[in-house]
Structures are given as structure tokens and as C-alpha cells.
T-cell receptor, first 114, second 115 residues
Framework: NAGVTQTPKFQVLKTGQSMTLQCAQD?????MSWYRQDPGMGLRLIHY???????DQGEVPNGYNVSRSTTEDFPLRLLSAAPSQTSVYFC?????????????FGSGTQLSVL | AQSVAQPEDQVKVAEGNPLTVKCTYS??????LFWYVQYPNRGLQFLLK??????LVKGSYGFEAEFNKSQTSFHLKKPSALVSDSALYFC?????????????FGSGTRLLVRP
């Protein structure tokens, strides 16, 4: 199994551009989520999904959209990039049941918005 | 609201010495607590969790954590540190507001183990 795969690893955008961060998992996990990591602030939840067709907002959802058309994929869309969205983005997944809190993380996408 | 606090930005220890990374929590009800580790340029990895039962929880790579209800703490410990333990450590608590299984992370503590 590849686990959780994120692409791209690095991205530079100009203010106002849009883009999609890709996330795929091959573990048949029900739960998927997106976090951003900023220095001194830990990880903050952006959006999450408890299954295909179901998404919900996390702590910092503004400026981001998600969809979950399949169990495997959970893309994160930046609608109009802003410098405040410069961050490292992590996708994570977990199985159902008692192991749901055991998140499996991708290796991250480092995004810079100029 | 559930929250965790990691009071130390950085912890330095010598290899072979015991290490402690501190975490305190604030929850309503029984806490579900976790530790994750992040090595450079990698995603976070699960270390251990406390749901209920023994106050001393054993996890991966020789780490353990001690749950203390009276002090609302969940400190991460290891009897003998290795240079390879140098990483960023995050404490987390499960958000019990709904059944979404969201985790709330602390700000992280960087552990540096000197040879």
C-alpha cells in the first residue's frame, strides 16, 4: 500500500490564482481530512469527510473547498489564493470504528502564495 | 471546548537521559488523548493514545505517556533518549462536540537530543 499520497509537494502561486491540492489513499479509509500547519500554531483542521459524498467544515474553512466523490480521493481547492494561505498542508485518513483517531498522514504540500 | 496546551516550544536532552514532553488538557467529560510525532519533511505519525484504563500508556518507539487526571496532564516520556528521537511532537485531544472524530492538536514541542 502507498498509504496517503499528496501532490504536489511544493507549489508557488500568485495572489488570486486557484489550484487544487490532490490527496489519495489506498487503505479504504472512511475518514479523510485536510490540515494546515503554521509555525507555533500546530495543525488546524480545514475540512473533513466521514465518507464519500459527505463533507464538513473544520476550524479554518474559509477560502477552501472540498469534495469527496470517491472513497479514495479528497482534493482541496483554493478558490483565490491569498498570502495568508501560505502554509504546509497535510491530508490525513483513518479507518472507521475504534481506530478512527489513528490518523495516517501524507507527506505534505508546501504552498507559497506571493 | 476541548483544548490541549504544550507549554514548551523546545526540549533539549542528552542521549541516554530520560525525556519528558509536557501536555495539559482541558475537556468536558472524559478525555481521549493522543501523541503524534513529526520527523523532518514528513507527515505526522501516531505514537499512542489514552482512552480509558491504565494511567501509563505504552506506544511506539519505546515512548510512553502518563495520564494524570488531577493535574489534567498527559506527558510523553521515554526512559533513555536517542538522537533519532529528535523531532516535533504534538499532543492532541478528540473533539467530543459531535461524532465526527475530529482531533484538536497542540502547538507542538521540538525535541532535540544531543549526542
Amino acid at each position: 500500500n502507498a498509504g496517503v499520497t499528496q501532490t504536489p509537494k511544493f507549489q508557488v502561486l500568485k495572489t488570486g490564482q486557484s489550484m487544487t491540492l490532490q490527496c489519495a489513499q489506498d487503505m479504504n479509509h472512511e475518514y479523510m481530512s485536510w490540515y494546515r500547519q503554521d509555525p507555533g500554531m500546530g495543525l488546524r483542521l480545514i475540512h473533513y469527510s466521514v465518507g464519500a459524498g459527505i463533507t464538513d467544515q473544520g476550524e479554518v474553512p474559509n477560502g477552501y473547498n472540498v469534495s469527496r466523490s470517491t472513497t479514495e480521493d479528497f482534493p482541496l481547492r483554493l478558490l483565490s489564493a491569498a498570502p495568508s494561505q501560505t502554509s504546509v498542508y497535510f491530508c490525513a485518513s483513518s479507518p472507521r470504528g475504534g481506530l478512527r483517531e489513528k490518523l495516517f498522514f501524507g507527506s505534505g504540500t508546501q504552498l507559497s502564495v506571493l | 471546548a476541548q483544548s490541549v496546551a504544550q507549554p514548551e516550544d523546545q526540549v533539549k536532552v542528552a542521549e541516554g537521559n530520560p525525556l519528558t514532553v509536557k501536555c495539559t488538557y482541558s475537556v468536558s467529560g472524559n478525555p481521549y488523548l493522543f501523541w503524534y510525532v513529526q520527523y523532518p519533511n514528513r507527515g505526522l505519525q501516531f505514537l499512542l493514545k489514552y482512552i480509558t484504563g491504565d494511567n501509563l500508556v505504552k506506544g511506539s518507539y519505546g515512548f510512553e505517556a502518563e495520564f494524570n487526571k488531577s493535574q489534567t496532564s498527559f506527558h510523553l516520556k521515554k526512559p533513555s533518549a536517542l538522537v533519532s528521537d529528535s523531532a516535533l511532537y504534538f499532543c492532541a485531544v478528540r473533539d467530543m462536540v459531535d461524532s465526527s472524530y475530529k482531533l484538536i492538536f497542540g502547538s507542538g514541542t521540538r525535541l532535540l537530543v544531543r549526542p
